[in-house]
């Protein structure tokens, strides 16, 4: 399975680096930082899900988990741990291939100009948001929906919207649990940096998700 996934991501122009345990690609993370690490969820000694989240304490690489497990509490749990994306096994190894694309293409350095609204400025050349005095440091994912919330301020933006901001796709397998996550941690960050600040972002049942401003 490797050396299929090696294959399939080399052919589309990536330059591999592969281990065969959670443990020596993290010593290897501790001293480089590529464009994209992939991860096997169930790995010998140290698992993906852990792996993904001791990469999640220390950078905002993007990090795709690969498993057989297509339980939604197994993708939930993935996501918890900040992934960016998860594929299910079996998979044609050219998705694979262009999924890694598409994620290292969202996550690049971007020229567009900081936007902001109230409180709420984002940065998108740090990939954060300030809120008031505050740095707020993001994910990919979260940096984008974010985004398209404050770009339609006070307005509802419904689920497939939301998922094609946040990952460019509005049919996929647990995409409601992925941005359901994805709003539960930027809502916790926000209030970890300015208490009460989650409300912010309102959930709108049946509907989506709209990020307010105003007050009543």
Known sequence: MLDIMTFALETQGFRCESFRSAEAAWVSLTRTRPDLVVLDVMLPGMSGITLCSRIRATSDVPVMLVTAKGEPRDRIAGLEADADDYVVKPFH?????????????????SDAATTAHG?????????????GTERIPLTGNEYRVLAALLAQADEVLDFRELLIA???????LGGREMLKTTIY???HKFDAAVPESGRMIESVRGAGYRLRTARD
């Open 93 to 109: 190894p050219r998705e694979l291939a262009l999924r890694a694309q598409r994620l290292v293409r969202r996550n690049a350095p």
């Open 166 to 172: 946040g990952w460019g796709e509005a049919e996929r």
């Open 185 to 187: 941690r930027i809502r």
């Open 119 to 131: 409180m709420l400025t984002l940065s998108p050349g740090d990939v954060q948001a300030v809120l």
